[in-house]
């Protein structure tokens, strides 16, 4: 079931991202862009947050410093939870 949950979590996470980086690529009109916008630059600097605090547990990690940021910042804290565990 935890592995459902994660998996569902990731995808959600990257249609989301997808939709933020659309929206920055061609702007969406109106409140729509608006929101769009915001979600890039929020998941953006909360995901650089993410690697900032867990930067040691993501060293330790299998991946490794550099996959691990890039997947830290696609995935977020989904990611940090699947390698705490």
Known sequence: ???LFMALSEIVTLLIWAFG????????PGFI?????AIFWLLLVAHLIEIIY???TIKNSEDGLV?????????????IKSIER
């Open 1 to 3: 079931m935890y592995n």
């Open 54 to 56: 867990f930067s040691k």
């Open 21 to 28: 980086i659309l929206n920055v690529v061609e702007p969406l």
């Open 33 to 37: 862009g608006l929101i769009g916008s």
């Open 67 to 79: 996959k691990g940021s890039l997947l830290t910042l696609l995935f977020g804290i989904f990611y």
